[in-house]
């Protein structure tokens, strides 16, 4: 049976290199190692040849290579291709560039050469405090020090004491960063984990988390990665609650921190990448249309930049939170049919990335599509991506494994498929009951579907019509926006009322609210 290919970590590594980071690596071997180490190179080239990871086709592929020696082979070629890259990208990442300075730092001081250490300690100093990158600058400081400590270099006595005092803010500083950034990650975590705020005990928990560890002086912090990280935890903070106003103020001056210092951009693509992708999340959330539609554009224009391109991770993160995007603006306008356009690229592309994405997004990517072909009334197709949530065993959003199941049984009822609704309705219950994620939305739903069964064609209509008005005054209830976040129960409800397409229904309130904005923008020019 073949192996699975991200199974062997040399075969992903590999795969990743571009034609560049290839010529590279032979140019680099052949010149820095010696003649045995050329069968490194015939072990790359045959693995490079591979669509999947095969031992077996691999060794057939090298007949001087017994098994024993294959897994010393591809060890070296492991290290070889690190320290290759690693020549190639020195200069076009700041981590690097600093890592080199503090290594060339370290070689010269044990050379005996104390002041040409301390020369490029001072220049990754300034490149350090540039970028803001106090973590680095650290371990600068404590060299410097040791230098200092052990030798006479004939520096001023003032600045030892300023290598003192800025030893103890960058150590002051660092401890900051330390807890807001623990803070945001478990923020982060918990929604991972388990989506929003299901009841009040859930939102105390979270709100007396983020009492007893957010910092008291939090206001007053000026630091771009304080600032960063501050910003990322409130962000989560609110998106767990489900304040949506509140998501979208910090996810902005997330963004705000990168527009007043760009050259963090090219430093934290990746936090830059993840806070646009928080932004059009918010404004998706809140249906603010206009200024999503800007947002979107200024993305796809900085995901067509040279910094946005630079690395793969960043590359392929910026595809997937656009394409996201994209989907969302469709459910948001109605455009179901147009949106499914996008599926056939998505599918290619999700399984080209397979290795590089995280199964959290999959399983996001899964319902949104789904979501499409539903609203489009494709039942069938949306079945379809439901089913691959809802077969997908894995610890990750119980919240979107309990929507994709009422989807499914919501797809199921408006096929017809009656013979199967009693147990998929016990079996989704079940299931939403244990993940307690049984809002009265969802209890309204449940009540509905039994009924439904039962009642005569002639009093159907009248049973829906109370079924919408029991839940549409739950719009604006914190604890039920959860269901109408994931699933327009409101709209589908409406289309069978008024005998519409749940389409054309999402699309009239968005033009709706357009006249309505439209109105407020003419009476505040008045």
Not at 232 to 253: E, G, H, P, T, V
């Amino acid at each position: 049976m073949m192996a699975n290919r991200s199974a062997d970590i040399l075969f992903q590594l590999v795969r990743s290199l571009e034609k560049s980071e290839k010529r590279h690596f032979k140019l680099y071997i052949k010149r820095s190692s010696a003649k045995e180490d050329l069968k490194i190179v015939q072990l790359f080239d045959a693995l490079d040849k591979l669509q999947e990871y095969d031992e077996k086709i691999l060794l057939k592929k090298l007949p001087f290579v017994t098994k024993p020696q294959l897994a010393n082979l591809k060890t070296h070629l492991y290290k070889q291709l690190l320290a290759s890259l690693r020549l190639l990208k020195t200069t076009e990442n700041t981590d690097l560039q600093l890592s080199e300075l503090i290594d060339n730092a370290r070689l010269l001081y044990n050379k005996g050469l104390k002041l040409q250490s301390l020369k490029i300690l001072e220049k990754a100093k300034e490149i350090a405090k540039a970028n803001n990158k106090f973590n680095f600058l650290a371990q600068l400081i404590s060299l410097e020090k040791k230098i200092e400590t052990l030798h006479i270099t004939r520096s001023s006595l003032e600045k030892t004491q300023a290598l003192t005092e800025e030893a103890t803010e960058i150590s002051d500083h660092i401890d900051r960063v330390t807890k807001l950034s623990n803070l945001a990650l478990l923020l982060y975590r918990w929604y991972v984990q388990n989506g929003h705020a299901r009841n009040e005990q859930d939102e105390e928990r979270i709100k007396e988390f983020f009492k007893n560890n957010v910092p008291p002086n939090a206001r007053e912090l000026t630091d771009f990665y304080e600032k960063l990280y501050l910003y990322q935890s409130y962000c989560w903070y609110a998106f767990i609650r489900q304040d949506f106003l509140m998501y979208y103020r910090y996810s902005q001056k997330w963004i705000d921190i990168f527009d007043k210092e760009p050259q963090m951009i090219a430093v934290e693509t990746g936090h830059y990448v993840k806070g646009m992708h928080n932004l059009l999340n918010s404004l998706f959330d809140l249906r603010y249309y206009n200024k999503f539609k800007i947002v979107l554009r200024n993305f796809e224009a900085y995901a067509e930049t040279a910094v946005a391109k630079h690395h793969d991770n960043f590359r392929i993160h910026t595809f997937i939170y656009i394409n996201g995007a994209k989907i969302n603006q469709h459910l948001m306008l109605g455009t179901f049919k147009e949106g499914l356009s996008l599926v056939p690229y998505l599918d290619e592309k999700l399984n080209e990335y397979a290795l590089y994405i995280d199964h959290h997004r999959i399983l996001v990517f899964n319902y949104k599509i789904a979501n499409l072909f539903f609203g489009s009334g494709n039942y069938e197709r949306s079945i379809d991506y439901l089913q691959k949530i809802i077969h997908d065993h894995v610890d990750l959003r119980y919240d979107l494994q309990c929507y994709a199941r009422l989807l499914h049984l919501i797809a199921h009822y408006e096929l017809g498929n009656y013979e199967i609704m009693e147990s998929l309705i016990k079996s989704v219950y079940r299931f939403m009951a244990k993940m307690k994620n049984l809002t009265v939305v969802e209890e309204e739903m449940f009540r509905f579907l039994r009924k439904s069964f039962k009642i005569s064609p002639r009093k159907f209509k009248p049973e829906l019509e109370q079924f919408l008005y029991n839940i549409k005054h739950l719009e604006k209830n914190r604890f039920e926006t959860r269901s109408f976040v994931y699933l327009d129960i409101i709209s589908w409800l409406e289309s069978k009322v008024y005998e519409k397409p749940m389409s054309e229904i999402i699309h009239n309130k968005y033009l709706k609210s357009k006249k309505s904005m439209f109105r407020e923008s003419a009476i505040s020019h008045a």
